[in-house]
């Protein structure tokens, strides 16, 4: 910028030099020429004086003599000096004219001097403006020059930081695909450990039961050549069976004496001619109340009504003791936990995409199906009232129901447009209800697939229960609301301090247990619609915003699991911990469940199991492993 700011004033100087040399040169003309005018002028005057006639000069006319008129042809050559004075009069008439006009040249003359030089000092004014303006623009120059070279320093540092963290990006993308690589290369050897020791399994098992089944044919054959006494005394015939029949007592054991067919035991015979009975037939009796498992059946080809023969019946619940099975049963966490209406059959989905059925029996678990199809991962599992078909929510925005049986999914329920975090089925096998984080709620139809009606909530549904006409939906607004479904609008809402994890109704379906993410476990009373009992414990803690808290049976205690492993129990009717147990669980229980006979609880957490350990007292576990082996990642605990 240096050299078009010198140009621009070289250009003013020279138009300045130019405009003086030119107004010069007028007034070197004007006052010379005005100077000797005043010279005329001055001489004129002298003149003037001299040629004025002095009084005793005039000579009358009257006096001149004859001889001056001789003298006359002389002095018509010698001007008078009244002609003089004439001539003299209008020579000095014409330069007064002159000097008059040049006096008004000069006025005018120095009237334009006078604007040229206010000219002159305007643009001098400005000239000096617009200098100091330059001076300004120059610091500004060179201040925006000092930034320019500091942005360029800053901005070849950030690339030289860019390269830097181009490269270590480059470095840890390898070092990522050699991780990957070896993760691949690991789960397959995982995998087929698994499918061996699956295998190694199966293979043991079958063996154990070839011999329990050849050991129990020799037992039942030595048994059958004895005969035993039987009296018509209760006590005679429980006493007559354990002297004679000792072998039966492993048998007999799953059979609890309160059933019907324990009863028949226990009663007296009507007839007092049966004095004897031989062992065979007690055998038969007896294979007969074993032979449920076979009624119920692996078959998948087997009749629903074959399946589930009576729903069980708790009469009082007793807290969990100790552990009884302990096994893997999916690839990644498990998120949700259900028991079929027969406390028989259970099932499990997890972050897997799977669903396994376990059968229940004498306390430990037996891999009963896969439930293959889910779109995603698993956040809820129910089963309808007669427990022949499993409704999952799944996180590819839709639900998903099963036939139990049948390894495909029957229907998809599809229609929210996120994540579907609760399903359940109402009282009818033909109607359940859906949440979803898209804000809705939705009612289904299952026998067309169709949602019958959608409601429209302010906040993410984290859960859902059903009663006979109403609809209980806890949300991450910290508020449970009710529904009618005869009804277009909520009904009622009660806050609550703390995001709704899990909401579980009463089998009387007048008590209602949430939990929420304050760390509490509250008992709403239905009839009053308020808050009856709120629990909290030491230690206990919400491991994640879909961790379930579930009644017993009888609603005598409140079961949930926490963020370290423990299991914690509450008793409802004094509201004092009853108990808490750790130990097989490493991580946050998301699922725990209480079967209807209130027989066995099972749960299930995020994480891996880090030691062996079975000593009574512990609680349940879950972690992972290859979905569709014969094994079970819950824990039944024994009550």
Same mark, same amino acid.
Request: proline share 4%.
């Given at each position: 910028m240096a050299g078009p700011g010198a140009r621009w004033k070289r250009h003013i100087v020279r138009q300045l030099r130019q405009r003086d040399r030119t107004q010069k040169a007028l007034f070197l003309e004007l006052v010379p020429a005005y100077n000797c005018l005043l010279e005329k002028a001055e001489l004129l005057a002298r003149i003037s004086e001299k040629l004025q006639p002095k009084p005793n000069d005039v000579t009358p006319a009257t006096l001149q003599g004859p001889w001056e008129e001789e003298s006359g042809p002389d002095s018509d050559l010698v001007p008078s000096s009244s002609t003089l004075r004439v001539k003299w009069q209008e020579k000095e008439e014409g330069l007064r004219l002159v000097c008059g006009?040049?006096?008004?040249?000069?006025?005018?003359? &120095?009237a334009a001097l006078g604007a040229l030089e206010s000219t002159l000092e305007q643009r001098q004014s400005t000239l000096a403006a617009l200098q100091a303006r330059v001076a300004e623009l120059r610091e500004e120059q060179a201040r925006q020059t000092r930034q320019v070279d500091a942005q360029r320093a800053l901005n070849v540092a950030q690339r030289a930081a860019y390269e830097a963290l181009r490269g270590r990006a480059r470095l840890q993308e390898a070092a990522l695909r050699r991780l990957e690589e070896e993760a691949r290369d690991l789960l397959e050897r995982l995998v087929q450990r698994k499918a061996r020791a699956a295998a190694e399994r199966n293979l043991r098992n079958e063996r154990y039961e070839k011999a329990k089944q050849a050991r129990m044919s020799l037992e039942l054959k030595a048994a059958a050549q004895r005969t035993v006494s039987i009296s018509e005394s209760p006590n005679t015939i429980g006493d007559g069976i354990r002297e004679e029949g000792k072998t039966l007592a492993l048998m007999a054991e799953p059979v609890s004496p309160k059933s019907e067919a324990g009863e028949k035991w226990l009663r007296t015979f009507r007839s007092a001619s049966a004095t004897s009975l031989t062992l065979s037939h007690c055998v038969d009796v007896v294979k007969?109340?074993?032979?449920?498992?076979?009624?119920?059946?692996? @078959?998948?080809?087997? $009749?629903?009504?074959?399946?589930?023969? *009576?729903? =069980?019946?708790?009469?009082? $619940?007793? =807290?969990? %003791?100790? #552990?009884?099975?302990?096994?893997?049963?999916?690839? *990644?966490? /498990? !998120? $949700?936990?259900?028991?079929? =209406? !027969?406390s028989s059959l259970l099932a499990t989905g997890g972050a897997d995409r799977l669903i396994?059925?376990? !059968? /229940? #029996?004498?306390?430990? +678990?037996?891999? !009963?199906?896969?439930?293959?199809?889910?779109?995603? %991962?698993?956040? &809820? #599992?129910?089963?309808?009232? &007669?427990?022949?078909?499993? +409704?999952?929510?799944?996180?590819?925005?839709?639900?998903?129901?099963?036939? #139990?049986?049948?390894?495909? *999914?029957?229907e998809t329920l599809s229609g929210h447009t996120d994540k579907v975090t609760a399903a359940k089925f109402k009282l009818t096998r033909h109607q359940a209800v859906t949440g979803s984080r898209d804000r809705t709620v939705k009612e289904w139809d299952l026998g067309r697939a169709y949602c019958s009606r959608t409601i429209s909530v302010l906040s993410y549904c984290n859960d859902v229960v059903c009663g006979d006409h109403v609809i209980i939906s806890g949300h991450n607004d910290q508020k449970i609301r009710f529904w009618d479904s005869r009804v277009p609008c909520c009904t009622q809402v009660i806050p609550v301090q703390g995001r709704v994890t899990s909401l579980n109704l009463s089998h009387d379906q007048l008590h209602l247990l949430s939990c929420s993410r304050d760390d509490t476990l509250k008992i709403i009373d239905l009839r009053v619609s308020n808050i009856r009992q709120v629990f909290r414990a030491d230690g206990f803690r919400c491991g994640s915003d879909w961790t379930k808290a579930v009644? *017993?049976?009888?609603? @005598?205690? $409140? +079961?949930?699991?926490?963020?370290?492993?423990a299991l914690y129990i509450w008793d409802v009717d004094t509201g004092k911990l009853e108990g808490s147990l750790r130990g097989p669980h490493c991580t946050a229980v998301n699922a725990v469940a209480w079967c209807y006979s209130g027989s066995h609880v099972h749960s299930g957490s995020r994480g891996l199991w880090a030691g062996g350990s079975r000593t009574p007292g512990l609680g349940p576990l879950s972690s992972t492993c290859r979905a569709g082996q014969s094994q079970s990642d819950l824990s039944a605990v024994h009550i």
């Open positions: 006009e040049m006096a008004y040249q000069v006025v005018a003359k &120095s007969g109340l074993l032979d449920f498992k076979k009624r119920r059946g692996r @078959s998948i080809g087997g $009749a629903s009504e074959q399946r589930y023969q *009576s729903i =069980p019946v708790c009469v009082a $619940a007793q =807290p969990p %003791s100790q #552990v009884l099975d302990v096994l893997d049963a999916h690839l *990644s966490e /498990v !998120n $949700a936990v259900c028991f079929g =209406p !027969n396994h059925l376990w !059968n /229940v #029996v004498g306390g430990r +678990l037996e891999a !009963n199906q896969t439930l293959e199809g889910a779109g995603g %991962s698993i956040t &809820s #599992v129910d089963f309808d009232p &007669s427990g022949s078909q499993v +409704l999952a929510a799944t996180y590819n925005q839709a639900a998903q129901l099963w036939k #139990v049986g049948e390894a495909q *999914s029957k009644f *017993s049976p009888d609603r @005598s205690y $409140a +079961l949930a699991g926490s963020w370290d492993g």
